[in-house]
T-cell receptor, first 110, second 112 residues
Framework: GQSLEQPSEVTAVEGAIVQINCTYQ??????LSWYQQHDGGAPTFLSY????GLEETGRFSSFLSRSDSYGYLLLQELQMKDSASYFC???????????FGSGTRLQVQP | DGGITQSPKYLFRKEGQNVTLSCEQN?????MYWYRQDPGQGLRLIYY???????QKGDIAEGYSVSREKKESFPLTVTSAQKNPTAFYLC???????????FGSGTRLTVV
C-alpha cells in the first residue's frame, strides 16, 4: 500500500523561500512527482524526481532522497499567485499514483 | 491544442439515480485515471485504465463503474450504490512510460 505525510498548512511572505516536505511509503517506487492546485481548479504537474538529488525548474525545485523515502518542494521568490495546495505523489508499481494525499495549503502573505 | 475535456462542469443527481461523467483526451495517452476529491482533502483513486478494454479498481471503487472502449474516452458512472457521491471528480491521463499526469478541469457532482 501507500502512505504519505505532508504538513497541512504553510504560511510565508512574498519574496521568501518555503520548503514543503513529503515522506512516503509505497511499493515499487518509481519516483516522486509534485502538483499544484488552486482553489476550485485542477492539479497541474510541477516536477518529477526519479533519482536522488535536486531538480530545478525556474523558481521551483524538487528534491528526493530514496533511502529516506523523503522529498521536498522548494519555492523561491514567492509570489501571491503561489498561494495554492501542493501535493506530492509517489509513483508506485506500474508508475501509478494511487493517492495524492491531503496536500499542503500554502498561504503567501504580502 | 491537446488536452483533457471533462463534462459537465457541474452535475446534480437525485437520490437513487445513476449519472455518467465524461472524460475525453486527445493527447494520445495510454493511461487514464479517475480521482475523487472531497473538500480540503487529497485525491483518491477510483479506477484506472492502462489500455483499451482493460481497467483496474483503485482504493475507492465501490459504487462506481467505468468503461474504456476507445483510447480517447474513459467515462465514469456514479451508481446509486455510492452512498456519498457529492465530491469533485477529476480525470487524468499519462503516457504509460511517463510520469506527469494531465488533469481535466473536473466535474463537481452534488446530490440533491
Amino acid at each position: 500500500g501507500q502512505s504519505l505525510e505532508q504538513p497541512s498548512e504553510v504560511t510565508a511572505v512574498e519574496g521568501a523561500i518555503v520548503q514543503i516536505n513529503c515522506t512516503y511509503q509505497t511499493s515499487g517506487f518509481y519516483g516522486l512527482s509534485w502538483y499544484q492546485q488552486h482553489d476550485g481548479g485542477a492539479p497541474t504537474f510541477l516536477s518529477y524526481n526519479a533519482l536522488d538529488g535536486l531538480e530545478e525548474t525556474g523558481r521551483f525545485s524538487s528534491f528526493l532522497s530514496r533511502s529516506d523515502s523523503y522529498g521536498y518542494l522548494l519555492l523561491q521568490e514567492l509570489q501571491m499567485k503561489d498561494s495554492a495546495s501542493y501535493f506530492c505523489a509517489p509513483l508506485g508499481t506500474g508508475r501509478r499514483a494511487l493517492t495524492f494525499g491531503s496536500g499542503t495549503r500554502l498561504q503567501v502573505q504580502p | 491544442d491537446g488536452g483533457i475535456t471533462q463534462s459537465p462542469k457541474y452535475l446534480f443527481r437525485k437520490e437513487g439515480q445513476n449519472v455518467t461523467l465524461s472524460c475525453e483526451q486527445n493527447l494520445n495517452h495510454d493511461a487514464m485515471y479517475w480521482y475523487r476529491q472531497d473538500p480540503g482533502q487529497g485525491l483518491r483513486l477510483i479506477y484506472y485504465s492502462q489500455i483499451v478494454n482493460d481497467f483496474q479498481k483503485g482504493d475507492i471503487a465501490e459504487g462506481y463503474s467505468v468503461s474504456r472502449e476507445k483510447k480517447e474516452s474513459f467515462p465514469l458512472t456514479v451508481t446509486s450504490a455510492q452512498k456519498n457521491p457529492t465530491a469533485f471528480y477529476l480525470c487524468a491521463s499519462s503516457p504509460n512510460q511517463g510520469y506527469g499526469y494531465t488533469f481535466g478541469s473536473g466535474t463537481r457532482l452534488t446530490v440533491v
